[in-house]
Nanobody, 118 residues
Framework: QVQLQESGPGLVKPSQTLSLTCTVSGGSITANPYYWNWIRQPPGKGLEWIGYIGYSGISYYSPSLKSRTSISRDTSKNQFTLQLTSVTPEDTAVYFC??????????WGQGTQVTVSS
């Protein structure tokens, strides 16, 4: 059974960098053909896809967030990390990590609340 767990600060100041880590257990982040995603849900809004890092280590980002987003991984810890720079209150959301396998979101983390406020 694959499990994903998000971790990181719950409060970030405007203009700073948001950094979240997803720790994966029960499966390797280098296993083919899986893609490891970050998704967020702002209050009162729908889910927004941020980007992914694939089993090969290649990342791909939402065009609307690409200039501020970086997703990397630590294969020794079986973790992948989201960094979102120059945050504003509009980046306040519940952030999820999730796995895509066979074109389906098959495993999700429980989500973590991040609030951007001074």
């Amino acid at each position: 059974q694959v499990q994903l767990q998000e971790s990181g600060p719950g409060l970030v100041k405007p203009s700073q960098t948001l950094s979240l880590t997803c720790t994966v257990s029960g499966g390797s982040i280098t296993a083919n053909p899986y893609y490891w995603n970050w998704i967020r849900q702002p209050p009162g809004k729908g889910l927004e896809w941020i980007g992914y890092i694939g089993y090969s280590g290649i990342s791909y980002y939402s065009p609307s967030l690409k200039s501020r987003t970086s997703i990397s991984r630590d294969t020794s810890k079986n973790q992948f990390t989201l960094q979102l720079t120059s945050v504003t209150p509009e980046d306040t959301a519940v952030y999820f990590c999730a796995r895509v396998g066979n074109w389906l979101y098959d495993y999700w983390g429980q989500g973590t609340q991040v609030t951007v406020s001074s």
